[in-house]
Nanobody
Framework: QVQLVESGGGLVQAGGSLRLSCAAS????????MGWHRQAPGKQRELVAD???????NYADSVKGRFTISRDNAKNTVYLQMNSLKSEDTAGYYC??????????WGRGTQVTVSS
């Protein structure tokens, strides 16, 4: 069992930055990949970025060059640095962890609102 808690969301102006954090607890040794997804009202949840246990990363085209995902395995924490934020980045951001057995775990989300 893995528990994920996101933090760092808030209200920022377009062009600003935020850093989201996701702290994992429980059976953290079972975690393989971690990632961030987002969901705006009335829209499907979409992958923003993910990172493997070895540090390999993937990004959605819409955030590439602006967002950076990283992880600190010693702290069982994954981060999402978001720069040059746009209004269309407004969404609930959810942390996800995938176990080595391909089980998925979700955090409850943190809201990011970008004003213009």
């Amino acid at each position: 069992q893995v528990q994920l808690v996101e933090s760092g969301g808030g209200l920022v102006q377009a062009g600003g930055s935020l850093r989201l954090s996701c702290a994992a607890s429980g059976s953290t040794l079972s975690i393989n990949a971690m990632g961030w997804h987002r969901q705006a009202p009335g829209k499907q949840r979409e992958l923003v970025a993910d990172i493997s246990s070895s540090g390999s990363t993937n990004y959605a085209d819409s955030v590439k060059g602006r967002f950076t995902i990283s992880r600190d395995n010693a702290k069982n924490t994954v981060y999402l640095q978001m720069n040059s934020l746009k209004s269309e980045d407004t969404a609930g951001y959810y942390c996800k962890a995938i176990s080595h057995g391909f089980l998925g775990y979700w955090g409850r989300g943190t809201q990011v609102t970008v004003s213009s």
